[in-house]
């Protein structure tokens, strides 16, 4: 079977894997069976599936059957004004994800398809692909004709007609209507008034993705979380939480949702940490979100989690977001997942994060992610000119030898700006040979004009930007709540050095719910009305 690399825009790669479009039209083809590695071009700009195509249909050949109604002929004549052939679709596989990045570096001069390239045996582009694009699960969609009925084949429009060529109906893609009564009607902010999905949120934390989810309508009837720090916060601020360990939560104890979230614990992926990933007893904790899932069905599924979650591997080698989606996919989920910059949503802080957003297929919708955001007037200067009265301007210390560092440093720097003098030896080890050690830019110090360094759990000078910008001391509570954009009313504990601490480690780890909301204003949008069938 000949193989080819085929782009493909993303609306259309969408529809596919959804099922709706079951054709692929071009003006040129190849005249056999083809396999099809599909490059989704931008912005996705990444290999996403293989797609196993039939023999391609001529369109003018069509024209002369005398099979086939007006209307198809209609069709077909539409068509044929930018395309020659149509292509069936019969299975489509998902796999890993290979980004344009990756193909870059592993072949060299490396050009993305504005059509397809055809695949040579033993070419550079070829071994490459082969060696690092794999299947995930089952096919998605078999379209095989005998092993679908006629009736399924037509679901999509009712103008929809099998026609005696042992192939799907050429009105089975919905992109075929293109006057302005039969697009599809964007659902508005005014749609969508009244609906409050019903949450449950898994691993809540303090409520970072919940506060932003419940300012996006939705309505929170489950939390549970482990941690005493965070479910201290939580209680003050919604109200109940379930604080018993999920492995002790019986699946069928949680109510019946619309939409789950979770925030599964991201120290064994994280850069930061020690990347034990999967083998870290709180690495499969995501199984424990898939235990729930399968039992409540909610629409919707939204996970987050560190970068790190990308390069993870799962216990048998495999990349952990790829079994991931495939669990998702056996469960009955179209996924979409994405490596987000929270100051790209809004956030005054450079925070990377992989959010997952998983539809119900029988929705029929693919997520798709909102448009970034200008970055314009973000800045950490706006976040800590607080006024006296708001709470929680309590910071945490720096050890002697910390101190002794940060004065060193002036605004907008960093280790880099100490004398060698003043160096600890571990950090005079690292000066001597930047190179073997990728020039860490530890000790950061963010000016006020800048946007901010991830905020983290451990808050430490080393791993983050925690430095105050022109005060030699940490960014106090209040200052990194305002940076993770939790609102001045939301009620933190520094009452001593131990709640102190603990603020830091929930505030670190939390969504930070400026993000959150605008996630959950897309699910809104995309679907809300889907929330209100169902009321």
């Known amino acids: ?99 344009l990045d990756d193909l870059r570096l592993g072949v060299e001069r490396f050009v993305a398809p504005q059509m397809y390239y055809i695949l040579k045996d033993n070419s550079e582009l070829t071994k490459f692909i082969h060696e690092n694009v794999r299947i995930i699960g089952q096919s998605v969609c078999d379209n095989t004709v005998g092993k679908v009925s006629e009736n399924e084949f037509c679901k999509v429009f009712k103008q929809a007609e099998v026609v005696k060529l042992k192939q799907l109906s050429l009105f089975d893609d919905p992109n075929f209507f293109t006057n302005e009564a039969k697009k599809t009607r964007v659902i508005t902010e005014k749609d ?5 999905p019903r949450l449950v949120s898994l691993f809540s934390g303090c409520g970072g993705m919940d506060l932003g989810f419940l300012h996006a309508g939705f309505n929170i009837i489950y939390a549970n979380d482990f941690d005493s720090d965070a479910q201290r916060v939580y209680e ?15 699946e069928k104890e949680i109510p019946d949702c619309d939409i789950l979230t979770a925030g599964f614990p991201c120290q064994p992926f994280s850069n930061a940490g020690n990347r034990k990933g999967v083998n870290d007893s709180r690495g499969n904790l995501y199984k424990e979100c898939l235990r729930i899932i399968n039992e409540k ?88 000119d607080i006024p006296e009265d708001v709470p929680n301007q309590v910071d945490w210390p720096f050890s002697p030898q910390a101190t002794n560092l940060v004065i060193h440093i002036p605004e907008g720097g960093s280790w880099k700006s100490i004398p ?66 939790f609102p001045d009313d939301f009620v933190f504990f520094t ?41």
């Not at 679709?89 to 980004?99: A, E, L, S």
């Not at 969508?192 to 409050?196: M, S, V, Y």
């Not at 901010?452 to 910008?469: F, R």
């Not at 022109?470 to 209040?478: A, G, I, T």
Request: charged share 30%; aromatic share 8%; with cysteine.
């Open 420 to 485: 060698y003098e003043y160096l600890p030896d571990r950090f005079k080890k690292i000066r001597d040979n930047m190179k073997r050690y990728h020039a860490p830019n530890m000790y950061r110090r963010f000016a006020r004009t800048e946007i901010a360094g991830t905020i983290t759990a451990s808050a430490q000078p080393e791993n983050c930007g925690i430095i105050h910008p022109v005060e030699n001391r940490r960014l106090n509570v209040r200052e990194i709540a305002r940076i993770q954009t």
């Open 1 to 99: 079977m000949k193989e080819i690399l085929l782009s493909m825009k993303p609306e259309w790669f969408n529809m596919v894997i959804l099922g709706k479009k079951l054709y692929e039209y071009r003006k040129r083809f190849p005249n056999e069976e083809i396999r099809a590695y599909i490059y989704v071009s931008s912005p996705v700009k990444s290999i996403e599936a293989i797609f196993d195509l039939g023999k391609k249909i001529d369109l003018k050949e069509l024209l002369l059957d005398s099979n086939i109604s007006t209307d198809m002929m209609d069709g077909i004549k539409h068509y044929l004004k930018n395309n020659n052939y149509a292509v069936p679709i019969k299975r489509v596989y998902r796999t890993n994800r290979v980004t």
């Open 192 to 196: 969508i008034e009244g609906i409050h």
């Open 495 to 535: 009452e001593d050095k131990k709640s102190v601490k603990g603020m830091y480690k929930v505030i670190g780890n939390a969504v930070p719910p400026k993000l959150a909301e605008t996630i959950g204003r897309a699910i809104m949008l995309q679907i809300g009305e889907k929330f209100r069938e169902e009321e």
């Open 236 to 250: 003050k601020n919604f109200g109940d939480i379930d604080k018993r360990s999920i492995l002790d939560v019986d």
């Open 297 to 384: 069905k909610p629409k919707v599924v939204v996970f987050e989690n560190v970068r790190g979650l990308l390069s993870t591997k799962d216990e048998n080698g495999n990349p952990l977001i790829d079994t991931i989606v495939s669990n998702l996919d056996e469960l009955g989920y179209s996924t979409n997942y994405k490596l987000v910059n929270a100051s790209s949503y809004g956030v005054p802080q450079n925070r990377i994060r992989v959010i997952v957003v998983a539809f119900r297929k029988d929705l029929g919708v693919m997520f798709k992610f909102p448009e970034e955001e200008p970055k314009d007037g973000l800045n950490i200067g706006d976040c800590i």
